[in-house]
């Protein structure tokens, strides 16, 4: 697969020339390192370009850019991290290949979004974050992947909050040219364009590459000359559009996807699905094998469903795609007409009952049938996805409904923060990151406390620094007093944070279920609250509960220590991780699928107070032992008649009350044994007491880090997806090519 090289911006001094290939692989949002030659070549201008290194580059002050030439230990340092890129991009020994993996595995993984940093904003939540962990992990460990996804020019959306709380959704055009984007050209040199069938004319799309470590993200596009003014934006916005603009966004993903892999030579032997979204790819896949294989396409697809792989993320049915068969008609019908298939066949392959006249076409439904490995996400999740598609597999029972389960995970190097990486560099050895082996992490109950406590503190700190910064910004933004924010949080206080979409089943009001217990608490004094998150743009009750919760953080007496930060994006997610000293999730059980941002707080030393639900579910069943729970669950009891918000309110206020501060502030048993734990509410603890460990909440911080940090990440996940499906699905591609060549 080849892309030309990206021309250095002309006027950079030939000794910064090698920060040029740096800046293109995205490699140097996960190392620390690369990320720090770009801040020290001008921090105020890295900040203001929300980390992209090409426009910084291109627009760094000549001056700056001749003193950094001119300083000979800077430039030295340059050429040492192009040397470990170079290094990095062509190790033969990856674990892969240590593993002796086959060489000639092909992976192509699709998915609607993309979080792998903050300056290219193509995701909105966690299926985003995930699909980015996963080509982090899959090139850390060296398995021949590439990823297919959308070039969302405005992106997700930015998120400003007024003061009465109403969240405003602000759409800024990128410059593909200044980001970390090179355009994809044929083998001739020209730019790559693929086309497509789409309703009676043709749709063009271009192809952006992103370079993750090893693993190429393909990036597909129709703000092409060649289309139409309408079909110009169909990848403008994610999930921007009405259902239209969602059925056009995913024949692009599927069918503009793979054909822009065979266009690049990447002729995939598995195919991922990771969503519904681009279930087409694997019809296009069997389109285009059919004639070698000698038979129909739809006959094709069925027999390559062993080389597909569908990941479902969504436990409510209202959650999935679903397309009415006219819609579906006028967009597709050429392209089916091309199959030579029948129309009424191609749509019931997306019907639950293939012949039942009046059912909409089902994007899930289709990958279901279409992918011979199929998971959800978290094993409650895995549970739930048997039952809501059992009547797919009428013949056989509930519970063997093939739909296994592969828990989510997160990519460590990119969640976990300076301080507590140094701490394990430190006591799991240099090769943390990479050898995910329990029994090394059991050395977690080794680290000392006060080492630990200093690594937390730290963080807690900056995390305080960066929420008073951020919240001047934005009041100052409103025209408000920003004067205050300066007093916002205390970094000595027990700090709570709540961050993710404001999707109503994620119950993020449901502190203020019992306002009057939330304000004891606050007036208490030994506990803070930071608050993030965007609602979607059509999601009314989201918006609601945003203005619900942003009011409370606008009232006076508890505002600087109940905060609402608006722009919920990555960079703030990793700021908000590595500071919490808990982490805060009520999702209406069994909803969460599996829920991420959990697992990067916990590997930040923080602990989780959740709801029972996703990865949590099984966290609590398979780790959290009596003499060593990792966090704590919650588990309200309603009444017959009762309200389960209000149960579960009350059951997170008794923990809070009951467990949690007790816990935190019992600083008895300290190294000096001098500091007593602070009684009832009361003042904030004074210094002296802060500075001495809590050796019993540190102490489950350590059994939090040794049991969840070496299972929740994506190595072990991407490792799973390895073994239990890609290697499985690449022999199935294997024996069909054995025999075709000893035909032939
Ligand atoms: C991790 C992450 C998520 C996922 O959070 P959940 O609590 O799992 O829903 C969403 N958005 C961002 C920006 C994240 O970093």
């Not at 994809?184 to 789409?198: E, I, K, M, N, T």
């Not at 490792?719 to 499985?728: E, G, M, N, T, V």
Request: aromatic share 8%; charged share 25%.
């Amino acid at each position: 697969m080849t892309t030309a090289a990206p021309t250095p911006p002309p006027d950079l001094p030939p000794p910064l020339g090698p920060l040029v290939p740096l800046a293109y692989n995205l490699r140097w949002d996960w190392h620390a390192p690369a990320r720090a030659l770009f801040e020290r070549l001008d921090p105020a201008l890295w900040a203001a370009t929300r980390h992209n290194p090409v426009r910084l580059l291109a627009e760094l002050d000549s001056d700056r850019a001749r003193a950094a030439a001119a300083d000979g230990a800077f430039v030295a340092a340059i050429d040492a991290e192009a040397a470990a890129l170079r290094r990095y991009l062509s190790d033969a020994e990856t674990p892969y290949a240590r593993r002796g993996g086959p060489a000639d595995l092909r992976v192509a993984y699709f998915c609607a979004e993309f979080a792998i940093t903050e300056c290219l904003a193509i995701y909105a939540g966690g299926l985003g974050v995930l699909a980015g962990d996963h080509l982090k992990s899959a090139s850390d460990l060296g398995i021949p992947l590439v990823g297919v996804g959308l070039f969302y020019r405005e992106g997700y959306f930015e998120q400003e909050v007024a003061r009465d709380g109403t969240q405003r959704e602000v759409y800024a055009a990128a410059d593909p040219t200044r980001l970390p984007l090179t355009l994809a050209r044929a083998a001739d040199g020209a730019v790559l364009r693929v086309s497509l069938p789409f309703r009676d004319y043709r749709l063009h799309v271009q192809v952006w590459r992103a370079d993750v470590g090893r693993v190429p993200l393909l990036l597909l596009d129709t703000d092409v000359p060649e289309n139409r003014p309408e079909d110009r934006r169909i990848t403008d916005r994610l999930y921007g559009g009405d259902e239209e603009q969602r059925l056009r966004q995913e024949i692009v993903l599927g069918v503009a996807g793979v054909r822009a892999l065979t266009a690049l030579g990447y002729h995939p032997t598995v195919l991922h699905l990771n969503e519904g979204h681009a279930a087409f790819a694997a019809l296009e896949l069997a389109r285009a094998e059919a004639p070698a294989r000698g038979a129909g396409p739809f006959a094709t697809a069925e027999r390559l469903a062993a080389r597909v792989v569908f990941t479902t993320h969504t436990p409510v049915p209202a959650g999935h795609d679903y397309f009415e068969p006219d819609l579906l008609e006028r967009y597709l019908g050429g392209y089916v007409w091309d199959m030579r298939e029948p129309w009424d066949r191609f749509v019931a392959l997306g019907r639950a009952d293939g012949a039942a006249a009046g059912e909409p076409f089902c994007m899930t439904v289709l990958a279901l049938r279409l992918s011979g490995f199929r998971n959800g996400v978290s094993r409650l999740h895995g549970e739930v996805t048997r039952d809501m598609w059992r009547h797919l597999w009428p013949s056989v029972e509930p519970e063997d409904a093939p739909v296994a389960h592969i828990t989510n995970g997160v990519h460590l190097p990119t969640w976990v923060a300076e301080d507590m990486a140094a701490v394990y560099t430190r006591h799991i050895g240099e090769v943390w990151p990479l050898e995910l082996d329990e029994v090394r992490w059991q050395r977690a109950t080794h680290i000392p406390f006060e080492e630990l406590w200093r690594a937390r503190a730290a963080q807690r700190a900056r995390l305080t620094a960066e929420v008073r910064r951020r919240l001047a910004a934005q009041l100052a933004r409103r025209g408000e007093d920003a004067g205050w924010a300066s007093q916002a949080l205390d970094a000595r206080l027990l700090t709570v944070v709540y961050a993710r979409r404001f999707a109503t089943y994620k119950r993020a009001g449901l502190l203020l279920a019992r306002a009057e217990r939330l304000e004891a608490l606050l007036r208490g004094g030994r506990i803070q609250f930071v608050f993030a998150g965007k609602a979607h743009p059509r999601d009314e009750a989201g918006k609601e509960m945003l203005r619900r919760v942003h009011a409370f953080a606008q009232r006076p007496e508890f505002r600087a220590r109940f905060v609402y930060l608006e722009g919920y994006d990555v960079e703030l997610a990793r700021r908000l991780v590595a500071g919490a000293d808990v982490w805060l999730n009520v999702p209406m059980r069994p909803r969460e699928a599996s829920g991420t941002s959990g697992m990067k707080a916990a590997a930040n030393g923080a602990l989780n107070l959740s709801v029972p639900d996703g990865w949590w579910a099984e966290a609590m069943t398979d780790h959290n032992r009596m003499l060593e729970p990792v966090g704590w669950s919650i588990e309200g009891r309603p009444g017959p008649d009762g309200d389960l918000d209000l149960a579960d309110a009350d059951a997170l206020f008794a923990l809070l009350e009951a467990e949690v501060i007790p816990l935190f502030y019992d600083r008895a048993g300290a190294a000096d044994g001098a500091a007593a734990p602070p009684e009832g509410p009361g003042p904030p603890p004074m210094a002296g007491a802060a500075e001495a460990p809590p050796v019993r909440w540190l102490g489950r911080v350590r059994a939090s880090v040794r049991q969840l940090v070496p299972v929740f990440n994506t190595h072990r996940m991407v490792y799973q997806y390895l073994d239990r499906a890609y290697l499985p699905a690449h022999a199935s591609w294997s024996a069909v090519e054995q025999s075709s060549i000893a035909e032939a």
